[in-house]
């Protein structure tokens, strides 16, 4: 499948900002499992050819333990979905059910809309957006697990002090299973806590050296504020922010201008696009260069992710974001609505 034209989403839920997502079927939809992530602008960064073979050997082998394992599986299967296929929206009704060769530039459905447009259902009765839909399918770098891409969701290294370090989770091990569920890949972790209650936990089944291991995995209310979503198709086109983009400084880049390791020091690197009606970040004054020090009178150090999360969980289409920036050293103050 090439688009989302169409698609079936109460079958097909994944991290539709991927390059390249698989399914591991049954005939009869079982989900045995999912291979693709994503973690950056680097589309292939997280998986590689030598982990989708061991991801495929573990499908074949649940799909011989079929059906005696079909409880444990059940859990791959989300939810009933906002919507059963994407012309449930209407602003995506412009594409056909299946995409047309002849103009297929045209009428492909990209995989992205889908989150921009369960993110446009969430925002638009006028309430804040989600966690899970701002920081959606968590890394489990996020709770301090980073794992080997090369490998069959195996742990490569476990951050000092983090949630993953205090559950027990080392070096080596391998995750078999997260509550419940048989695991096979790194998109098989990201689901479960896509899906995981907060606060709350998870449990896990470990193979360490052959030997089973459990462990339960804390989850603290907001953890997942500690990811950065910034790479994501609506940031990228800057929905919540009136296409102003920014990047956060480096302490080093902001002890010439004054300004602390905590405060606020985001460099505007866009304004608009090249082509196209001038963005609203663009008429309310805002230029390349700028840094923003100040927004509505909050002045931490904010990443990207911080600033576009502010805006889509307290502000409303109709808003203002009151901002100072420094322009050539000096603090100017300009005021941006909220289009979104």
């Not at 061991?54 to 979905?81: D, I, Q, S, W």
């Amino acid at each position: 499948m090439v688009q989302a034209n169409g698609i079936d989403l109460s079958l097909f839920q994944f991290d539709t900002n991927l390059t390249w997502a698989v399914f591991f079927l049954n005939a009869d939809r079982t989900i045995y499992g999912r291979y693709g992530t994503r973690a950056d602008k680097g589309a292939v960064s997280r998986i590689s050819t030598a982990g989708f073979r061991k991801a495929m050997e573990g499908a074949l082998e649940l799909h011989a333990a079929y059906p005696g394992n079909r409880a444990a599986l059940a859990g791959k299967t989300g939810p009933a979905p906002r919507a059963k296929s994407p012309d449930a929206f209407p602003w995506l009704r412009q594409y056909p059910p299946t995409l047309q060769p002849a103009t297929a530039n045209k009428s492909c459905m990209h995989c992205h809309e889908l989150q921009d447009s369960f993110q446009r259902v969430a925002r638009e009765p006028g309430k804040p957006l989600p966690d899970e839909l701002l920081w959606s399918w968590p890394l489990p770098e996020w709770l301090g697990i980073a794992l080997d891409p090369a490998e069959r969701a195996t742990v490569k290294s476990v951050a000092a002090g983090s949630a993953a370090a205090k559950a027990g989770f080392r070096e080596g091990d391998r995750i078999v299973a997260l509550e419940g569920q048989p695991v096979i890949s790194i998109a098989d972790v990201q689901w479960v806590l896509q899906h995981a209650k907060e606060p709350g936990t998870v449990k896990a089944d470990l193979d360490r050296a052959g030997a089973k291991v459990p462990a339960t995995l804390p989850l603290a209310r907001g953890w997942r504020r500690g990811g950065d979503f910034s790479w994501r198709f609506f940031v990228h086109e800057a929905f919540y922010t009136g296409n102003l983009r920014v990047k956060p400084l480096t302490p080093e880049e902001k002890a010439p201008l004054g300004l602390s390791e905590k405060s606020m020091g985001l460099k505007v690197t866009r304004v608009g696009w090249p082509v196209g009606p001038p963005a609203e970040a663009k008429k309310a004054g805002f230029l390349v260069d700028d840094v923003l020090v100040e927004v509505d009178g909050q002045s931490g150090a904010w990443t990207e992710s911080d600033f576009v999360a502010y805006v889509a969980q307290k502000k409303r289409q109709g808003d203002k974001l009151d901002i100072a920036v420094l322009r050539g050293g000096k603090r100017q103050n300009l005021s941006l609505p909220v289009t979104r």
